[in-house]
């Protein structure tokens, strides 16, 4: 006499598969659903596109005054002078650091100049690394972006870059 259908190994065997796809796939959607929203994602691409077209004025203005800066690192802190393009009256700068692959890192510093028109700031982090730097006056005229790389062992020109924006 034969075995009854549940107490033979190829049906539960045959099951195991499609069950097997359903736990993998509740796993997923956990494991997703942590996760929070992407930040790569953007909802509003139009209006951030916007945004980019703004950006590329303002370092098309800062070329135009033919802006070039200088920057100097010392240990844990940077000095930044213009090289080119200064104005008469010296303005406070926000200055952006955005670290390539940990957003995390990023910081900003409003600088102001001392008496010679040096801008002195202190970085956050000490550790090696790709930056992106961006530099703006304090009423957003214009901009100048540029990556460096970080410690600075020697003095850097940062120049109104179109690739950075």
């Known amino acids: 006499m034969e075995k009854p259908w549940y107490k033979q190994f190829w049906p539960w065997f045959l099951m195991l598969l499609p069950f097997s796809v359903i736990i993998a796939m509740i ?37 135009e005054l033919n802006i070039e800066f200088s920057f100097e690192q010392n240990e844990q802190t940077f000095t930044l002078s213009y090289a080119s393009g200064a ?8 200055v952006n650091f955005y670290h390539s692959t940990q957003a995390e890192k990023d910081f900003s510093e ?14 956050k982090y000490g550790e090696k690394g790709k930056w992106t730097i961006t530099i703006t006056p304090f009423d957003n005229r214009w901009r100048v972006t540029q990556q460096i790389q970080l410690p ?7 120049k109104p870059l179109t690739y950075g924006v």
């Open 27 to 63: 796993i997923t959607l956990t494991i997703a659903s942590q996760q929070g929203d992407n930040p790569m994602v953007v909802d509003d691409y139009y209006k951030k596109g916007r945004g980019i077209n703004a950006q590329v004025e303002k370092v098309k203005a800062a070329q």
């Open 152 to 158: 600075a062992y020697r003095k850097l020109a940062i």
């Open 87 to 94: 104005p008469e009256q010296l303005s406070a700068l926000k």
């Open 110 to 123: 409003t600088l102001t100049a001392d008496a010679q028109g040096v801008y002195r700031g202190t970085l």
